[in-house]
């Protein structure tokens, strides 16, 4: 429903969960919307008609200066959990910095969601800098509408992420004593509702406490989730687990890294809970409850519909990023990635993996790329006999030999999800960079291991990766070279 009074809105952390989702409702509504990302090309994929886009980093004055000019409301929605333990300083910097630039850009509001906890007795430096932050966008007297929320349960979203793949590869697991704290988790539904209906009260001001209809421990929102996917589980809280050990465990088997997963774990020392319910007298969403959210969460999942995911944000390559081959397990998946500068535009790169596949097969180990079709089809799979419906071009949806194309961002990112037979999920995902005297290019093969299967598939089959993925980008390095 389009509004009667259109708003000229900015939106920084429109790469991020929240303001990726953000961005479409308010379009819907019919407001004018700029968004600022220091790499404008991450927002091109994205389907956001009339949307401008500015390039602009929020730590340099001039940029955030640049951002604001003409804005009437502006949404700040970014955070440096991931950049390292000296995360709060550098986000109160940029929040004051933001704040001192809306006041003399003449904007009317910010809309900031923060971290739910009690003012002063948070023990997490997590919630306790998000807090900060709304301080600081407050202190130049531009005023603010701060909602304030605890667990944020929706597909995609680092909290429902982690405790959905806790519960799905563990029978039992060992908590640390946070885990009984209590939290009040609302869906991301009624988090994007708060966030649009903002616009429709302009003299609100301060914070808003957010939540669901449930108070939980994080315990049992583990053992709910299990019970709503029909799984068996037990949680043993044992005194003896420490907080990093647990976040280090977090790390291994969830795609939560441990530099944001520790900051998380931290919160479980603090209850966090609604204890201010004002919100209620001035806004109108009916926030669901737990269950209910995560139901929701569940069939976006199943749908393979996820709007936004946690990591929308992050970026794995980097051009000054040295050539490397990398084996890990790191952020919940087992990985092979491998990096290489290549002398070729990065058009004429793209165009060369763009062309892998179908009937002239692959650059390396052809023969081994065949073997594991065929062993696909005699257990029922689709094996390599699709091939590909155009020799070099791809759109997202074609199939390609024993893969589908799912993401595809020219002349950035192929993304190819496997559809052969497995335990477990794979992936394998190519992503191009320009730089000085050519192009960078990242392959990384991906599988999400269904359990102890999965885990015994990896291993059995490591041998052979060690030979074909390495072979694969040192071939496309060569073909692209050549042409």
Avoid at 71 to 78: K, S, T, W
Avoid at 230 to 253: A, H, M, Q
Avoid at 440 to 451: L, S
Wanted: glycine residues 10%.
């Amino acid at each position: 429903m389009e509004s009667t009074n259109p708003v000229r809105i900015l939106v920084t952390g429109a790469t991020g969960y929240i303001g990726g989702r953000l961005v479409p409702r308010l379009l819907a509504n019919g407001h004018a919307v700029r968004c600022v990302a220091r790499n404008p090309s991450r927002l091109a994929g994205y389907s956001w008609p009339g949307v401008e886009i500015v390039a602009g980093d929020l730590e340099e004055a001039e940029s955030v200066s640049k951002a604001l000019h003409g804005i009437e409301v502006a949404y700040y929605l970014v955070h440096s959990m991931a950049a390292g333990k000296a995360f709060h300083r550098r986000d109160r910097i940029m929040a004051l910095r933001f704040g001192r630039a809306a006041a003399k850009a003449g904007v009317r509001r910010i809309v900031y969601l923060g971290g739910l906890g009690e003012t002063g007795k948070a023990r997490s430096k997590h919630l306790g800098s998000r807090q900060e932050v709304g301080r600081c966008l407050a202190a130049a007297g531009v005023p603010v509408v701060e909602f304030r929320a605890a667990v944020i349960v929706g597909s995609g979203s680092a909290s429902f992420e982690m405790i959905r793949h806790l519960c799905e590869r563990l029978p039992v697991m060992f908590a640390p004593l946070g885990v009984n704290t209590r939290c009040q988790p609302i869906g991301i539904r009624s988090v994007m509702e708060y966030l649009v209906e903002a616009l429709d009260h302009p003299h609100a001001e301060g914070i808003f406490e957010i939540g669901g209809e449930d108070i939980l421990t994080y315990r049992e929102l583990m053992l709910h989730y299990a019970r709503i996917r029909g799984l068996r589980r037990y949680i043993v809280v044992t005194p003896i687990l420490k907080l990093e050990l647990f976040s280090r465990w977090v790390d291994l088997l969830t795609p939560i890294p441990f530099n944001i997963a520790h900051p998380l774990m931290e919160s479980l020392q603090t209850e966090v809970i609604v204890r201010d319910d004002r919100v209620r007298s001035v806004f109108n969403v009916q926030p669901t409850g737990y269950d209910e959210a995560v139901r929701l969460a569940l069939i976006r999942v199943d749908r393979d519909d996820v709007e936004t995911i946690w990591a929308s944000s992050l970026s794995s390559l980097t051009y000054d990023q040295t050539d490397a081959d990398l084996l890990d397990a790191h952020e919940g998946m087992f990985l092979d990635r491998r990096r290489r500068r290549v002398r070729a535009d990065p058009a004429k790169l793209f165009e060369t993996i763009c062309s892998l596949g179908g009937e002239e097969g692959w650059p390396a180990g052809n023969a081994l790329w065949q073997l594991r079709g065929f062993m696909d089809r005699m257990v029922g799979g689709v094996g390599m006999r699709r091939g590909r419906r155009h020799p070099r071009e791809l759109r997202v949806g074609d199939p390609l030999d024993f893969w589908r194309v799912e993401a595809l961002e020219y002349p950035r990112l192929l993304r190819l999800r496997a559809e052969m037979k497995l335990p477990g999920h794979a992936w394998l995902q190519f992503e191009v960079l320009p730089g000085p005297g050519g192009s960078r290019v990242e392959q990384t093969a991906f599988f999400d291991p269904g359990g102890i299967f999965g885990y015994l598939y990896w291993y059995a089959v490591l041998p052979l990766h060690r030979f074909v993925f390495p072979g694969l980008i040192n071939a496309l390095k060569q073909r692209a070279e050549a042409t």
